[in-house]
């Protein structure tokens, strides 16, 4: 698919600016962006990608041949956060934007603006606060895509997080003023982009279903179980995996932990949390049937030891990504309502779906010896998405989409 790259003989150069270097992709927002620019660059496309480095020590090697990977170092403590708190508070800026405005960043995004590019990405709204120089740079170059990727429909999911919010009315206050300010950037992005992705449908008619937006759902590039049984043996065991270190990720689980824990632990039924979740949060109560195991490497002994897998996000939106790990290593799902957006099931016949997070842990209770019902559930779920979740297809789509943007841009250059 090479051919849709080319402008006479050379392939479309293309900087894609993210938020944090995503190796490994450890959580559902970093996998969601490495595998995206991944296949766009193997669909043929020149890429270079701008990133922060990590804050943590789990960066990897991104190994790809085809990308020109410009990692920026965080230059101090005070960049990293140490101020961030006041610089939020003053600026037009959301959170998410602001903490990733740094001086560091700034310089290493200027050199890049004295290159040649045929399109330029902004990845996540955290990047929002790059757009006035790339905005600027099409100015000087009218012939330039500018591409927002969404990873959802942020102003709408931050608006949800501070209504559901139940601690300090301060704070309270703050999100609510956070989500507004989200909303305005994330209109402003939509608005003025050439070409802008959604990551699900719902996400799509949030935008407006306007012409320029594109329909990217994640892909899945993970291990496909062809066939599994659970059985007497497997432990009673349920799993809730990914990362809880967002605030939204943070009040879902502790909503559910405190529906769940102790019912669990009367019934004898485990529940194991997989991914990086915030300290604070596992010393906030003695819990009974939980067991939080932090980031593991290798998930396979986890997903072939557990019963049902648990997607329980009232608040917060886009496509959760641990769906799919669930569905291709055959993990019958139980969510709230609304948790699998994006992907072509059906509740009752693909996975569970209850109304409230009680009703959730009572499915859950209900179903966890149901051995037939388990089986019947992940076995339909993966016969109804093994072939519908290739990364190759986003690339070459997303590719695609770019090409017929630059032309059009610069045919409208040549006319005027």
């Not at 450890?26 to 296949?39: N, R």
């Not at 501070?162 to 003023?177: H, T, Y």
């Not at 769906?323 to 290593?329: A, G, K, S, V």
């Not at 948790?339 to 179903?367: C, D, K, M, N």
Request: proline share 3%.
């Amino acid at each position: 698919m090479h051919d849709l790259t080319e402008i006479g003989s050379s392939p479309l150069r293309c900087l894609w600016l993210t938020r944090m270097y995503p190796v490994p992709p450890d959580a559902g927002d970093l996998t969601y962006s490495f595998q995206l620019l991944s296949s766009l660059s193997r669909a043929g496309v020149r890429l270079t990608v701008l990133t922060m480095g990590r804050t943590d020590d789990r960066a990897g090697s991104a190994n790809d041949n085809g990308i020109e990977w410009i990692v920026v170092p965080w230059e101090s403590d005070r960049e990293i956060g140490g101020r961030l708190a006041m610089r939020s508070l003053f600026s037009r800026l959301p959170n998410v934007a602001t903490q990733y405005n740094v001086a560091s960043f700034r310089r290493a995004l200027r050199k890049q603006m004295a290159r040649d590019w045929d399109a330029i990405v902004v990845d996540h709204l955290g990047m929002g606060w790059a757009w006035p120089v790339v905005e600027a740079y099409r100015r000087l170059k009218a012939g330039v895509v500018l591409v927002f990727i969404a990873h959802q429909c942020e102003g709408e999911v931050r608006q949800s997080v501070a209504r559901n919010f139940r601690g300090n009315i301060v704070r309270k206050i703050g999100l609510s003023v956070d989500a507004a300010k989200a909303d305005r950037l994330e209109n402003k992005l939509v608005r003025k982009s050439n070409l802008v992705s959604a990551i699900t449908a719902e996400d799509l008619r949030c935008f407006g279903g306007l012409d320029k937006i594109v329909l990217l759902t994640p892909g899945y590039a993970g291990r496909h179980v062809a066939c599994r049984k659970i059985d007497g043996a497997t432990p009673r065991r349920a799993l809730i995996l990914g990362t809880a270190i967002w605030l939204a990720k943070q009040m879902n689980l502790i909503e559910f932990l405190a529906a769940a824990d102790e019912l669990f632990h009367q019934l004898q039924i485990e529940l194991w949390v997989v991914g990086n979740v915030a300290d604070h949060l596992q010393a906030r109560n003695h819990f009974r049937a939980t067991r939080f195991l932090g980031f593991v490497e290798d998930l396979e002994p986890i997903f072939r030891s557990v019963r049902v897998g648990i997607v329980a996000e009232r608040t917060g939106g886009g496509f959760k990504l641990k769906t799919l790990d669930y569905i291709f290593n055959r993990v019958p799902i139980a969510t709230i309502r609304g948790g699998i957006a994006g992907l072509p099931l059906t509740p009752g016949l693909h996975y569970l779906s209850f109304a409230s997070v009680r009703e959730l842990v009572q499915g859950v209770v209900a179903v966890i010896d149901d051995i037939q019902r388990l089986n019947f559930l992940q076995q339909a779920a993966y016969e109804k998405c093994k072939s519908g979740f290739d990364w190759s297809d986003r690339g070459r789509t997303l590719c695609s989409a770019i090409q017929k943007a630059v032309n059009r841009q610069r045919a409208a250059h040549a006319r005027s």
